[in-house]
């Protein structure tokens, strides 16, 4: 209950409980198509959105918790676990590559089940950057804050692709160090043989870079509006 009337408090209970209406509508839909075809072939997107949540509960359990924000050693490790999980907030919308016309199901009804995760996916990972924001703006000058998101944002994106494509995993930097700093490494010390790397590190992080900025945008557009 005390956890309840934080989320309240910190006004993050209405977007939570509409994160989580999307996210259960995703979910019906994968068992609604286990059952119609007889193929899971999408329930790991359940696993997706689970890791697409970590970055929210901890951006949100630094918002609610004050007292967590001022340890810097906790900050650190906060913010640390932040940046190696929020890739997967964004990561769900690569998952329309397994779109296909070859499919048990409708290609339509595949489409909007993939959306509905990919969408909920990115909601928890543009409320967690909101949430960093507020807790960046506490340690940081205001005016360097919207370069430092912008960043983060292609930093993500470079998350992506060594996700997608190279298929590691956040966790991979406990148990796979050596490996997985050596293929960021390569990627640093000689950019032009690997033109894909960054063709879709840079496209996919303007484009999350204008989604964020959009909603940014709109939403203060709409405050101005509502407090005339």
Not at 114 to 119: D, G, R, T
Not at 121 to 148: A, H, Q, W
Request: with cysteine; proline share 4%.
């Amino acid at each position: 209950m005390k956890m309840i009337t934080k989320l309240i408090n910190a006004d993050k209970l209405k977007p939570a409980l509409l994160i989580s209406l999307i996210g259960t509508f995703g979910i019906l839909l994968v068992f609604f198509r286990i059952y119609k075809t007889g193929s899971p072939h999408f329930i790991f997107l359940i696993w997706n959105l689970i890791l697409a949540g970590i970055p929210w509960i901890l951006s949100t359990l630094l918002i609610i918790y004050p007292k967590l924000r001022k340890r810097i050693s906790v900050l650190l490790l906060f913010g640390i676990l932040w940046l190696l999980f929020i890739p997967n907030a964004f990561y769900i919308l690569t998952d329309l590559f397994h779109l296909n016309y070859q499919n048990r199901a409708p290609v339509w009804y595949d489409l909007i089940l993939i959306f509905s995760f990919a969408w909920a996916g990115i909601l928890l990972g543009f409320s967690s950057l909101k949430d960093m924001e507020l807790v960046l703006s506490e340690r940081i000058n205001m005016k360097c804050i919207p370069f430092i998101l912008s960043g983060l944002l292609f930093l993500s994106a470079f998350g992506i692709y060594l996700g997608r494509f190279l298929r590691w995993n956040s966790w991979n930097i406990i148990d796979r160090p050596a490996d997985l700093l050596f293929d960021i490494k390569e990627r640093f010390e000689n950019p032009l043989d690997h033109p894909g790397t960054w063709g879709m590190t840079i496209l996919t992080g303007i484009m999350l870079n204008l989604i964020w900025w959009s909603f940014r945008i709109f939403n203060s557009k709409e405050k101005a509006e509502l407090y005339k």
